[in-house]
């Protein structure tokens, strides 16, 4: 028995997140780089 079969709204959504994914760019920054200035000040207090 497929997923389909056996729950078509779980194999719906599965569908348009697969398609979701597929169609867009999801960016995430996971770092900061900052100027030497900005870390000799940081570094001063």
């Known amino acids: 028995m497929s997923l389909a079969t056996a729950d078509p709204q779980i194999a719906e959504l599965i569908r348009l ?3 979701r994914q597929q169609s867009t760019l999801e960016l995430i ?5 900052v ?3 900005v870390l000799e ?3 001063s207090v």
Do not use: D, P, R, V
Request: glycine share 8%.
């Open 35 to 37: 100027s030497a200035a």
């Open 29 to 33: 920054a996971s770092e900061n780089h």
């Open 41 to 43: 000040a940081a570094g």
């Open 17 to 19: 997140e697969s398609q």
